[in-house]
């Protein structure tokens, strides 16, 4: 899903502001730097369709240092040929567990610990499946640029339970999937997932055979 122009344009001036007012050392750059940033508060705002832009300026003025795509985190849960999907609350919708990448915490780490809280289940990660742009695939707009990690998780022990973020915990064959948080994840990745007779794209390294390939080979704390 291709990002309107508009909000091209105000993630680079954004980008722009806050590396200039990472290095800048004049006052008066540092203004022109805070200007820029306001400008893009204001295009996102109007773009989005948003009755002020200040929050978005408070926003924008909270990421500091050197601007980076945020990383997002999933982990893809097998039973047999079912996936774990778990319902948002926010807006009623499935998607893979996940979460946004903390400071300090490995990823692989970050996927366990997210299945554990959204779904009540208990996993080791067996590999690094995918990593894709955000904004190459069919997810709807949103203000920061995303890189997202999928992760192939096996199920180990632990038993579907809801949390505050989520209100349902369900495994799902690929021709039963309910309607997808699209937000957080699309339809897409799962083929990738899937089983050979559901695909035949990714030969000869189907990311199912990756799956059973390092089934005895956690990667915890290595990525």
């Known amino acids: 899903m291709r990002n309107p122009q508009w909000l091209e344009w105000s993630r680079r001036f954004q980008a722009l502001a806050q590396n200039g007012l990472a290095y800048c050392k004049d006052e008066y750059d540092r203004q022109r730097y805070e200007e820029i940033q306001r400008l893009a508060a204001e295009m996102t705002a109007e773009g989005a369709g948003l009755p002020d832009s200040a929050p978005l300026v408070d926003l924008f003025k909270n990421d500091v240092g050197y601007a980076t795509p945020k990383i997002d985190i999933r ?49 080791v990660v067996r590999k690094l499946a995918a990593v894709y742009d955000r904004d190459k695939h069919e997810h709807p707009p949103m203000a920061y640029h995303v890189y997202k990690f999928f992760f192939v998780c096996e199920l180990c022990g632990g ?50 055979n990756h799956f059973t390939q390092y089934k005895r080979r956690p990667l915890c704390g290595k990525l």
């Open 159 to 208: 038993k579907a339970e809801n949390s505050f973020e989520t209100s349902g915990v369900e495994f799902f064959r690929e021709d039963k999937f309910p309607p997808l948080s699209l937000a957080r994840v699309s339809s897409e990745p799962f083929g990738w997932f899937a089983p050979p007779k559901f695909t035949r794209a990714w030969e000869p390294t189907l990311l199912w």
């Open 75 to 123: 982990a893809a849960v097998f039973d047999r040929e079912r996936i774990l999907l778990v319902r948002e609350r926010q807006d009623g919708c499935w998607t893979l567990p996940g979460v946004w990448a903390d400071v300090g915490d490995a990823p692989s780490f970050a996927a366990i610990r997210e299945v554990k809280e959204e779904s009540g289940y208990e996993v």
